[in-house]
C-alpha cells in the first residue's frame, strides 16, 4: 500500500476470490457455479441490448424490477437491482452499521462479511456455529447490532427454516436483520414474504449460481420501502448506473425463462443427491446441504491433501486453510460427468494413500 | 430515510441522472450519450460473452488489461478497471481522502464529487472557477486535500494543458491529484504520459462517451503500481467481480476497433463546430468546449426557458438550476440531423418569444 490510502484500509486483508487459473484447463468445482449456461432466451435479450450500449442503462431498472416484482410477490418499490449481489451486500454494510451499530453474524459463514464490515470501518461480532455446524437462533436474541446471515448458510450449506429466522427478529425487535438467499433456490425456505410484517428485514439474492449468471453480476435486495429508499440512497450516492443494460436484459429473460431455470435447479439438486452417496459410501461425513454444493470430509486426509490430490488431478475445490475448516473441501455441483470425474479422481487420491 | 439508515447518508442529496423519460420519444442531447452505437466488433464480442455467464467474470479483468495497457503506453499494473468511471470516482474518494484529507475541487465540476466525498464522510473544499470559467492552476498551489480535476472539466468542456496540470502536481509535492479525463478523447490533452514521473497522479478514463458503452459501464484507472494496489485493495475489499464479462469483452472490441473510434470521434467534432457556429450565428455565447457538449447561454433567456423550450418541442438537454449555471443549458453533441432539429427548436422558441 501507498502512504496515500486511508489507513483505515492497511489493517486487514480484502477478500480473496476463489481461483481461476488459465495455466490449464480444470474442471471447475471450487467457486459455485451453475455448470449450464444461461436460458437462451437470457441470452438472447443479452444479446440484443448491446446493440444500443451507446445510451446510458436504466438507473431504476423498471424493466427488471416489473418481472422480479410479480415473480417475488412483492411490489417494484419493495426492490433495488445491484452489480452481483456483493455490493447489495456492502449497501447493507454501509446503510446499517455505523459507530454504533457493529455487524453480527455467525464465525463461519461467507468470508466476505468481515471484510465488508472493516471496509465500512464498523466493528463487528462473530457467534459460534454448534458442534453440528449449524445456526443457533436462541444465540442471536438481543444481538447488538445488525444480524447478517447467509442462509442457506455458506461454506456449510446447512439452511435454518423460515420459523427460525423470524425467531430472530422478534428476539430483536429494533435491528435490522439481513438474510442473504444466494442458495436459497436449491432447497432452503425463503422468507421474503416475511418483508410484509418485518419493515427491518433485507433479503438479497443473486443470479450467479440458480440462474447461471455469475459473470453478468446481478443482485437483488427485497425489503421495506423504507429500507430500499434506504439502499437507493446509497446507491446514488455511489453508482447511480450499477447495473448495466446487458445484464438488466439477461435478468428478465432469465425470471421469465421460468422452465429452464426449473429444470436446471432439479438436475443440480439431483446431482448433489447423487453425489453426497458417492462419498458417505467412500467414508466421507456430508454435512446436508440445501445449496449446490457439498462441505465434505473424509477422516484420515485433511482439506488441504483433498484439495491438492483433487488439482492434480485436474479438479478444482474449494478449500478454506481455517482451523474450523481445514479438515474440509467445499465441492460445487457439476455435471454429472463432472462428479463422476470427481469421483474417479478420488478414488485415485485414496489409493495412493495406501 | 427510515430510523435505521446511518445518519451519515441522511445529511445530504445523492446524485441526480439526466431525466431519462419514457412518455415520448425524445431527441436525447442531455447526458453526452454517443450518437452512435458501438463498435460492431465490440458488439460481437460482448454477445459471444453472453454464452458463458454461467462462469465468474475474471476480477483482474486480464484480457482487457493486456489491450488497455498497450493502447495507452503503460503495463498492466498501472491499471484498473471500474464498473463505469463514477466507480473509479468512488474508490479514489474512499481510498486517498480521509479524516484528515478532504478533497478539493472546483466549485462548478462534475456534480458527483460532493455526493462522493459526503458518501465517504469526508470533507471537501470548492475552489471558484475563474470568470470566465475556467480552472486557475494558481488556485490549487498548497491544496489541503486530494485535488479532483474534470479536465475537460463539465459542464464547461473548458480543457487545462497537460503542463498546467504538472503545474498543480508541482506545487502540491505531498497530495494525490485525480485527473478525470472522461472527455479527452474529444479535444483535451491527456497526462496519462505523466504516471511514469508522479506516483501520486491517478487518471481516470470511462468508456461510456467516446467509445459509445455508457450502457456497459465501463471505467479505467490509470496510476503508478502503488496507487493502482490501493485502489485494487478498495475493489477486493467491495466488489472484486466489479466488471461483468460481457462489459470486459465489449471494451476488448472497443479498444481494437481503432478506425470506427477515430470516425466516430471526428465527426462529433465536425458536429460541434457546426453547432457553435450556429448558436453564434444566433447571439448564444457558447464556452470553447473540448468535449461532446457545448455549454451555451443567450442574453434575453434564461437557461430554465431554453430548457423547457426545447423539451415542450421534443428536444432534451440539460440545465443546472444553480445561481451560477441558470443562465446556461448544456447540449451534447448528437448527429448532424439531431443538431438540425435542434436549431429549427431554438429558432422556433426565438420566434415564439417575439
Known amino acids: 500500500m501507498s502512504k496515500y490510502l486511508n489507513p483505515r ?11 481461476q487459473p488459465r495455466d490449464r484447463q480444470y474442471i471447475k468445482l471450487n467457486t459455485n457455479e451453475n455448470p449450464f449456461p444461461p436460458s437462451p432466451f437470457a441470452q438472447r435479450l443479452a444479446r440484443q441490448a448491446a446493440a444500443e450500449l451507446q445510451l446510458y442503462s436504466d438507473p431504476e431498472v423498471k424493466a427488471l424490477a416489473s418481472v422480479a416484482a410479480q415473480r417475488l410477490g412483492v411490489k417494484e418499490e419493495n426492490l433495488i437491482f445491484t452489480n452481483g449481489s456483493d455490493e447489495i451486500l456492502y449497501f447493507a454494510f454501509l446503510a446499517f452499521c455505523g459507530e454504533d451499530t457493529p455487524a453480527v453474524f455467525p464465525d463461519l459463514t461467507y468470508g466476505f462479511y468481515p471484510v465488508f464490515a472493516r471496509a465500512c470501518g464498523v ?3 462473530e457467534i459460534p456455529l454448534s458442534e453440528n455446524w449449524e445456526v ?32 430472530i427478529l422478534i428476539a430483536n425487535p429494533d435491528r435490522v436483520v439481513v438474510v442473504d438467499e444466494a442458495y436459497v433456490n436449491f432447497g432452503g425456505e425463503t422468507v421474503v414474504s416475511l418483508i410484509q410484517t418485518y419493515d427491518r428485514l433485507l433479503v438479497t439474492r ?9 459473470g453478468a453480476r446481478l443482485g437483488i435486495g427485497i425489503a421495506s420501502e423504507g429500507l430500499i429508499a434506504d439502499l437507493k440512497k446509497i446507491k446514488y450516492s455511489v453508482n447511480p448506473y450499477n447495473v448495466n443494460a446487458m445484464t438488466a436484459a439477461a435478468g428478465v429473460g432469465a425470471l421469465l425463462d ?24 467412500r467414508g ?10 457439498l462441505f465434505v470430509k473424509k477422516p484420515g486426509i485433511s482439506g488441504g491433501e483433498l484439495y491438492r490430490g483433487f488439482k492434480e488431478r485436474g479438479v478444482l475445490v474449494r478449500y478454506f486453510d481455517l482451523a474450523r ?7 460445487s455441483i457439476g455435471t454429472k460427468d463432472e462428479l463422476d470425474f470427481l469421483i474417479r479422481a478420488l478414488d485415485q487420491i485414496t489409493e495412493a494413500q495406501k
Open 123 to 125: 466493528d463487528y461480532q
Open 206 to 214: 443473486t443470479f450467479s449460481k440458480s440462474y447461471s449468471l455469475a
Open 9 to 19: 484500509f492497511g489493517t486487514f486483508d480484502a477478500y480473496v476470490p476463489g481461483e
Open 258 to 281: 421460468r422452465e429452464y431455470f426449473e429444470k436446471n435447479v432439479e438436475t443440480i439438486k439431483e446431482n448433489r443427491a447423487y453425489l453426497a452417496a458417492a462419498l458417505q459410501d
Open 136 to 167: 443457533i437462533p436462541g444465540d442471536y436474541a438481543g444481538a447488538d447490532g445488525t444480524i447478517f446471515l447467509a442462509n442457506p448458510n455458506a461454506p456449510t450449506g446447512i439452511a435454518l427454516s423460515s420459523d427460525q429466522i423470524e425467531k
Open 325 to 331: 475448516t481445514k479438515d474440509f473441501v467445499r465441492i
Open 284 to 293: 466421507f461425513c456430508v454435512l446436508p446441504s440445501e445449496t449446490n454444493f
